[in-house]
T-cell receptor, first 115, second 113 residues
Framework: KAGVTQTPRYLIKTRGQQVTLSCSPI?????VSWYQQTPGQGLQFLFE???????NKGNFPGRFSGRQFSNSRSEMNVSTLELGDSALYLC??????????????FGPGTRLTVT | GDSVTQMEGPVTLSEEAFLTINCTYT??????LFWYVQYPGEGLQLLLK?????DKGSNKGFEATYRKETTSFHLEKGSVQVSDSAVYFC????????????FGPGTSLSVIP
């Protein structure tokens, strides 16, 4: 079974631009979560989608948004990029939402650099 | 709210040494506990998990026991290898935070020959 895939793997953008990252979960998984990983802040939860609905959102500004499609693929968008948005963005999929024992499977991440 | 605390390191060990990475948590009820590993340049991989008190998770020679009385989930390995060099994250998914996984800050491990 294929794992979680994220595209693109690397991205360089300029301040003020916007970016869209894509995530394809493991087949059969309906929950997709997004995390931002930086050396200073560690892993921070962005949001989770389940059945095309946002279930939960972390403490990030409204410039960060996401969506999920009917095939469970998810995209996240960051508008008006800032230098501080440079990070590794990780997507994780899980069979379902609301079940604490269900582990998350992570993709390799998208490395975003904002210049 | 739920939280995870773990030793941040970096930890440097010689090959075949014994490894312990401490992890304690704060959560209501009975969360599920996880250890994830991140190799350089890669995403996180699930290493092991435990879903109830006194459960022992194990994988690739690593073990961790869910201790409800001490709210701990320490990671251990009897003999580390150079290939174990990575960052290890303790995490929980709780009854009140079931929508997301709460991660500790990560512990960097370097194993030298």
């Amino acid at each position: 079974k294929a794992g979680v895939t994220q595209t693109p793997r690397y991205l360089i953008k300029t301040r003020g631009q916007q970016v869209t990252l894509s995530c394809s979960p493991i087949s059969g998984h309906r929950s997709v979560s997004w995390y931002q990983q930086t050396p200073g802040q560690g892993l921070q939860f962005l949001f989770e989608y389940f059945s095309e609905t946002q279930r939960n959102k972390g403490n990030f500004p409204g410039r960060f948004s996401g969506r999920q499609f009917s095939n469970s693929r998810s995209e996240m968008n960051v508008s008006t990029l800032e230098l501080g948005d440079s990070a590794l963005y990780l997507c994780a999929s899980s069979l379902a939402s609301g079940i604490s024992s269900y582990e998350q499977y992570f993709g390799p991440g998208t490395r975003l650099t904002v210049t | 709210g739920d939280s995870v605390t773990q030793m941040e390191g970096p930890v440097t060990l010689s090959e075949e040494a014994f490894l312990t990475i401490n992890c304690t948590y704060t959560a209501t009820g009975y969360p599920s506990l996880f250890w994830y590993v991140q190799y350089p340049g890669e995403g996180l991989q699930l290493l092991l998990k435990a879903t109830k008190a006194d459960d022992k998770g194990s994988n690739k020679g690593f073990e961790a026991t869910y201790r409800k009385e001490t709210t701990s989930f320490h990671l251990e390995k009897g003999s580390v290898q150079v290939s174990d060099s990575a960052v290890y994250f303790c995490a929980l998914r709780g009854e009140t935070s079931y929508d997301k996984v709460i991660f500790g800050p990560g512990t960097s491990l370097s194993v030298i020959p």
